[in-house]
């Protein structure tokens, strides 16, 4: 029992970190989901493209001789330049996959994601090999750099994950409640049809839509790969279920509930690998996701459906 | 179009004049649909069966046991995706049940020694139920959600299967050892049945040939009873279905535990046959294969998940040996382009511009750089495949530069598909043409297992763009 209270902290730290970069990935699916009723499967596997693109950004900024540029530069121009890349990506896979199936059985775009997020895993492996890459964070940021908030301790790479993607989603915030193209990506996600006649640009707003949601995971790409550095092009895979199970969980094409969704599953993870075991954490997400759905089919936050005839 | 007699329906008139102007492969394909499904699946069986007496090649035989194998997992995935229409991504858990069930009951991991007759009938049922522990759950779950759902039960198998080797009991000091771990459980016995020890190849081959007829048959009946018909309601509108009385709780279950059962009976034949199981057999890139060969197929179509697993499992086989695959995907770029322009010099014209265009880009590199090229890693000297790779350039560095050209290629493609104006088409489809046969000399020829995985993904993502219902199936309108 000692041992738990004394590892609390700790854990709570880790889960916080995990939690933040979950619900980044979580927004993109919930946002997806909220204007299109597609899982897009290959959101996972954007995440994946963003942080080897925050490695090469960061292999070509830090070379082993020095820093061409200053830390505080090279941080923010790794999370510019992945979530750029990452979002065009985002409307490439939309225009590709998803804007012909618009109209089409609702198996078939969940197929088509299934598609793509393959291919990509592939393209990938057969571009870059199967290797680990290591992010050399060391490099930007001393591990022994950090705070000690009594038995835990939190390292400055921890803080900058959690400080950025507060960042980020209070910024999602800010767009979608306060400005006019929030207010259009509402509408959509409540009445496609109306909102059209409305005046809306539909097919704009889904763009934008999928750009910052792929963004958001890009962005949770390179934060992870500061973090833990390593990256590879399977880790897709697993951080997209989990980002999955996180937005169902809150309640999918709910906003906030994403958000919350990804700190409860990041908890719930840390807690299991401190204290049950460090190898059999993958299977916790969907243990808490299946409890969650039969107790509250829609997720925590998720609005109750009803079924029109 | 004549309307004479009373009851005549135009829409259908109009219909079949738009089928007799189709191509003539659409047309077999037509009548291959309106055959008997019987007559046809007994021709193909009968000349399956042929196939150990017309070879002594191992090799072959194996693969046509794999084509069995993957047939019966397509058609036990076509029942639940085809003609439920559930979108279960879990399935290979099922296969891998099957196998692990026939593992743990048969071999000496547990000291018992069931006969096959025994533990493949125990073995499937305990599959179905496990099925049945999926499907429950998934009733209250809409589409979405049971695929994320039956996506994660996959994944805990995997896990579990990985990870059960050292199960703590409370009553026993030694830990349990219920899956083997990543080491699998090998040393499996042999299936017994009907006196005879099946111990070969061909008589595995036998044996799944003979499952896969009785599976056919059997799912054809069910599919043509009452149970298929309201199966089919509950695809296309499940409200709708359950306003007519249909009970849709029943028939889901009954659709995932006869998914599972037939997986079941596959993972089982499967272990007996390899006479080992691991928990990597059951891995993502199995559950993608499986799906790409129902929809290449057509989801509802038996026939459809048959060839489906025909085609993909014998044109990897094919890909193996580089001059045969170099063959096979040039004959398919030139039979694609050739097939999909209309009128058809138009296609050739642009084979004809294509071939052109490569010899000007190496004579134009060999001027004016001649130190970026270098020879071909595989040099292939017969006839035709010589002349490809010396028409073609090899840069110094083909593993770089056909990385480029991988992703610009994939660019290009994507773009040329939704370019319609004709003269711009041609243009982009040029240097398309081309730069899809450098690569595949420089990279994927050089990499053929992900090439295949390239292939299987591109495949679910073409087919749901371009033609949804695949080759077998029927037409889908979603009416909205």
Not at chain 2, 48 to 64: E, F, K, M, W
């Amino acid at each position: 029992m000692d041992a738990f209270f004394n590892q609390l902290p700790q854990q709570l730290v880790n889960g916080l970190t995990l939690g933040a970069v979950y619900a980044l990935i979580a927004l993109g699916y919930s946002m997806v989901y909220g204007i299109l009723q597609l899982l897009n499967f290959a959101h996972g596997d954007v995440y994946m493209i963003g942080a080897f693109v925050g490695y090469g950004v960061l292999t070509v900024l830090a070379p082993r001789s020095g820093l061409l540029l200053p830390v505080w530069a090279i941080i923010p121009i790794m999370l510019l330049v992945a979530m750029l890349l990452s979002g065009l990506l985002g409307i490439l896979i939309e225009w590709f996959a998803y804007r012909p199936l618009r109209n089409a059985p609702r198996i078939a775009p969940l197929i088509s994601a299934l598609g793509v997020s393959f291919f990509i895993q592939n393209a990938v492996l057969l571009t870059l090999s199967a290797s680990y890459r290591t992010v050399r964070t060391e490099a930007l940021l001393s591990p022994r750099l950090g705070i000690d908030l009594g038995p835990a301790r939190i390292s400055a790479v921890r803080i900058l994950v959690i400080a950025t993607a507060i960042v980020l989603m209070f910024a999602l915030d800010h767009l979608v409640r306060r400005t006019r193209l929030g207010r259009s990506m509402r509408a959509v996600a409540i009445d496609r049809e109306a909102a059209a006649m409305m005046g809306v640009d539909v097919d704009r707003v889904i763009v934008t839509t999928f750009f910052i949601g792929s963004a958001l995971a890009g962005a949770a790409g390179v934060l992870i790969g500061l973090a833990f550095t390593q990256v590879w092009h399977l880790m897709g895979f697993t951080a997209g279920l989990k980002g999955f199970t996180a937005a169902v969980v809150g309640g999918i094409g709910n906003i906030p509930g994403a958000m919350l969704g990804g700190l409860l599953l990041g908890l719930a993870e840390s807690q299991a690998v401190g204290f049950i075991s460090p190898t059999n954490n993958d299977q916790n997400p969907i243990v808490v996701l299946v409890l969650v759905l039969l107790v509250r089919p829609t997720g925590l936050l998720g609005a109750r459906i009803q079924q029109k005839v | 179009m004549s309307l004479d007699k009373i009851g005549q329906d135009e829409w259908v008139e109009q219909r079949n004049a738009r089928a007799a102007q189709r191509g003539p492969l659409a047309r077999a394909l037509a009548r291959l649909e309106q055959a008997n499904p019987l007559l046809v699946a007994g021709v193909l069986l009968l000349l399956a069966a042929l196939v150990p007496l017309t070879t002594s090649n191992d090799y072959i035989i194996r693969v046509a046991g794999n084509v069995c194998l993957f047939g019966l997992l397509a058609l036990g995935l076509n029942v639940v995706v085809g003609y439920a229409g559930l979108l279960d991504l879990g399935y290979v858990a099922f296969y891998g049940i099957g196998g692990y069930g026939y593992a743990m009951l048969s071999s000496s991991q547990f000291g018992l020694h069931l006969p096959a007759w025994i533990s493949i009938p125990l073995v499937v049922a305990v599959a179905a139920l496990f099925g049945l522990l999926l499907g429950l759950p998934s009733l209250r779950l809409t589409g979405d959600y049971l695929a994320i759902v039956s996506l994660g039960f996959g994944q805990i198998f995997v896990l579990l299967a990985n990870s059960m080797d050292k199960v703590n009991l409370p009553w026993s000091e030694a830990p349990l050892n219920l899956t083997g771990g990543p080491n699998g459980i090998t040393d499996l016995d042999p299936i017994h049945i009907f006196g005879m020890r099946l111990t070969s190849v061909t008589h595995y081959f036998y044996l799944l040939l003979l499952a896969l007829a009785l599976i056919w048959l059997v799912l054809h009946h069910i599919n043509s009873s009452r149970v298929g018909r309201a199966w089919r309601a509950i695809r296309e509108d499940t409200l709708a279905a359950e306003t007519m009385g249909i009970p849709v709780r029943r028939l889901k279950l009954l659709a995932f535990a006869i998914g599972a059962g037939v997986a079941g009976l596959s993972g089982s034949i499967y272990t007996a046959w390899q006479t080992a199981v691991f928990p990597s057999n059951f891995d993502v890139t199995l559950l993608i294969t499986l799906y790409a060969m129902v929809v290449l197929g057509g989801a509802g179509s038996q026939l459809g998940a048959i060839a489906g697993a025909l085609l993909l499992s014998v044109i990897p086989e094919l890909l193996r040996g580089p001059d045969t695959a170099r063959l096979l995907f040039s004959g398919g770029i030139v039979a694609m382009t050739l097939l999909l322009t209309r009128p058809r010099w138009r296609g050739a014209a642009l084979l004809a511009a294509v071939l052109v265009f490569g010899l000007l880009v190496k004579l134009v590199l060999g001027a004016l750089l001649p130190d970026l090229l270098g020879a071909p890693a595989q040099p292939a000297s017969a006839g035709l495949a010589g002349l490809a790779q010396r028409w073609l350039v090899f840069p110094q560095n083909p593993t770089l530069v056909g990385n480029i050209a991988f992703v610009l290629v994939i660019g290009l493609l994507m773009l040329v598909s939704r370019v319609h104006a004709p003269r711009l088409r041609f243009g982009l489809l040029l240097p398309t043409l081309y730069l899809l046969a450098f690569v595949w000399e420089t990279r994927l020829a050089a990499e053929p297992s992900v090439t295949r995985l390239l292939f299987f993904g591109a495949i679910l993502v073409l087919l749901m763009t371009y033609r949804p219902h695949g080759l077998f199936g029927k037409p889908r309108v979603e009416v909205v």
